[in-house]
């Protein structure tokens, strides 16, 4: 019966470690940013985001959250392709709880017109970076500004708030009204 017992405690201290995730997770994504575009690809002609323009933006509130993300890589059931997995963890209450996030890409070594452009240390850093920055995207909602959105062009302000301000002070700045 003591075993049993441990067992249901156990049971439930994950249940509460897992609404304690998600409530945070919903916090956390309610405070999270836009982040814009900050880099253009000339070969591709597209903006993005770079990583570092992410982890900026979204970091902080990742952390005052409670959450950890730690990264790997697996076997993909899928040919010429790279599983790359987020560990995200909430402490609370000494209290944690864990889920996996992952996606499959595909191995990165060609340019836009098929030839090789890269060594497959150089591509696989490549899909590396470029899945972290993708996870901590889907996982936390993160919306970037101007991304398409089923083929449909993205409504609303094309800049943050804080954006705007700095822009009005700089016209100002130059006595442009």
Same mark, same amino acid.
């Given at each position: 019966?003591? *075993? ?11 249940? @509460? @470690?897992?609404?304690?995730? %998600?409530? =945070?997770?919903?916090? $956390? ?9 900050? $880099?253009? %690809?000339?070969?591709? *002609? /597209?903006?993005? $985001?770079?990583?570092?323009?992410? @982890? ?14 730690? &990264?790997?890589? +697996?076997? +993909?059931?899928?040919?010429?392709? &790279? ?8 402490? =609370? %209450?000494?209290? /944690?709880?864990?889920?996996? &996030? /992952? #996606?499959? &890409? ?6 836009? !017109? ?9 591509? +696989?850093? +490549?899909?590396?970076?470029? $899945?972290?920055? %993708?996870? !901590? ?20 302000? #094309? ?19």
């Amino acid at each position: 019966k003591m *075993k049993e017992l441990l067992t249901m405690a156990r049971e439930e201290e994950a249940r @509460a @470690a897992e609404h304690e995730f %998600n409530a =945070a997770m919903l916090l $956390a994504q309610t405070e999270m940013p836009k982040v814009p575009r900050d $880099a253009f %690809n000339k070969h591709t *002609k /597209s903006w993005w $985001a770079r990583i570092e323009q992410v @982890a900026a933006k979204c970091d902080p509130i990742i952390r005052k959250h409670g959450f950890t993300l730690s &990264y790997g890589m +697996s076997d +993909s059931p899928l040919d010429e392709h &790279y599983r790359v997995f987020a560990d995200v963890t909430h402490r =609370a %209450n000494k209290m /944690s709880f864990t889920k996996r &996030y /992952s #996606a499959d &890409y595909g191995m990165d070594v060609k340019g836009p !017109k098929g030839e090789g452009t890269k060594s497959a240390a150089q591509g +696989s850093t +490549s899909v590396i970076t470029t $899945a972290r920055r %993708n996870l !901590k995207l889907m996982i936390f909602d993160v919306l970037v500004l101007g991304m398409d959105q089923d083929g449909q062009p993205v409504g609303g302000d #094309a800049i943050d708030a804080e954006q705007l301000k700095d822009l009005r002070g700089r016209l100002k700045a130059a006595n442009i009204t």
